[in-house]
Nanobody, 118 residues
Framework: VQLQASGGGLVQAGGSLRLSCAASGSIVSVYVMGWYRQAPGKQREWVATVSSGGTTNYVGSVQGRITISRDYAKNTVYLQMNSLKPEDTAVYYC?????????????WGQGTQVTVSS
């Protein structure tokens, strides 16, 4: 199983970016999917998750600016980021809990850089 993230880049403050992360491989079921981020010199923090049933949750600092969604048929999770701020600058990692024929475990994408200039 692999998670492939894309969509990062450089954007000015107030701009928008859309991140995507597709899960592939011998997947039986995909449970929760989400995004985390790690800014330079800081610990990785949770940003948002969407459950298998579609329930979404967000960290307070992004509430109202960022929307998480998923395409169940494509095993893909998206992060639409609007009104970006310099403090949103970080490497963004996607996460998914996935069931295969052998196990159920957490998987992580490779990270995609988001840089917001002031």
């Amino acid at each position: 199983v692999q998670l492939q993230a894309s969509g990062g880049g450089l954007v000015q403050a107030g701009g928008s970016l859309r991140l995507s992360c597709a899960a592939s491989g011998s997947i039986v079921s995909v449970y929760v999917m989400g995004w985390y981020r790690q800014a330079p010199g800081k610990q990785r923090e949770w940003v948002a998750t969407v459950s298998s049933g579609g329930t979404t949750n967000y960290v307070g600092s992004v509430q109202g600016r960022i929307t998480i969604s998923r395409d169940y048929a494509k095993n893909t999770v998206y992060l639409q980021m609007n009104s970006l701020k310099p403090e949103d600058t970080a490497v963004y990692y996607c996460h998914a809990m996935i069931r295969t024929v052998a196990t159920t475990q957490d998987y992580w994408g490779q990270g995609t850089q988001v840089t917001v200039s002031s």
